[in-house]
T-cell receptor, first 114, second 114 residues
Framework: ETGVTQTPRHLVMGMTNKKSLKCEQH?????MYWYKQSAKKPLELMFV???????ENNSVPSRFSPECPNSSHLFLHLHTLQPEDSALYLC?????????????FGSGTQLSVL | GENVEQHPSTLSVQEGDSAVIKCTYS??????FPWYKQELGKGPQLIID?????GEKKDQRIAVTLNKTAKHFSLHITETQPEDSAVYFC?????????????FGSGTRLQVQP
């Protein structure tokens, strides 16, 4: 148990659906991250939030919309996705963005877009 | 930006043997090099890390070495056990430069044969 919980674990959605991924951390950290993990590719950083403020958007398409209402919760809202968006979406946290070397990952949401 | 190459992509060893995974990086400003282990159905977990002011770090059966001149670093696992079977990711980042996001390698799938 890493202290970072992601729900749901699996999600299947059509290209016209709207869904949201949820992440919650119980570690008292102030920075939270969304990563995309595709088969045989490096982990891709999508978004970074530090003290609830978005500090990085790594050229992610607008069909992915993050939300960070507080330092413990992070959401990824999905809309009009494409089949190539199918991947494992990982949430992570760290004490602060300045100490992002100590990343704690959740187990991820396996997303399939049909 | 930083680019991290990781080899091999798959590695199979007999239980009790040693395993070595190698990574190279491109940005000479990178000074922090963590290794993550990802077991099936779980997110990556930090197992060991090294900063550029040291050349080697050891923690029980795992060790990491760093060659700053050649810009490569390696993970060494001795006396491998079946529970070491997982995907291992290296990463690099230039801390203290204002751009702190980790750049990950593409991963090595290690299989330890009993």
């Amino acid at each position: 148990e890493t202290g970072v919980t992601q729900t749901p674990r699996h999600l299947v959605m059509g290209m016209t659906n709207k869904k949201s991924l949820k992440c919650e951390q119980h570690l008292g950290h102030n920075a939270m991250y969304w990563y995309k993990q595709s088969a045989k590719k490096p982990l891709e950083l999508m978004f970074v939030y530090n003290f609830k403020e978005q500090t990085e958007n790594n050229s992610v398409p607008s069909r992915f919309s993050p939300e960070c209402p507080n330092s413990s919760h992070l959401f990824l809202h999905l809309h009009t996705l494409q089949p190539e968006d199918s991947a494992l979406y990982l949430c992570a946290s760290s004490p602060s963005e300045a100490t992002n070397e100590k990343l704690f990952f959740g187990s991820g949401t396996q997303l399939s877009v049909l | 930006g930083e680019n991290v190459e990781q080899h091999p992509s798959t590695l199979s060893v007999q239980e009790g043997d040693s395993a070595v995974i190698k990574c190279t990086y491109s940005d000479s400003a990178s000074n922090y090099f963590p290794w993550y282990k990802q077991e099936l159905g779980k997110g990556p977990q930090l197992i060991i890390d090294i900063r550029s002011n040291v050349g080697e770090k050891k923690d029980q059966r795992i060790a990491v070495t760093l060659n700053k001149t050649a810009k490569h670093f390696s993970l060494h696992i001795t006396e491998t056990q079946p529970e070491d079977s997982a995907v291992y990711f290296c990463a690099a980042t230039p801390l203290d430069t204002g751009r702190r996001a980790l750049t990950f390698g593409s991963g090595t799938r290690l299989q330890v044969q009993p």
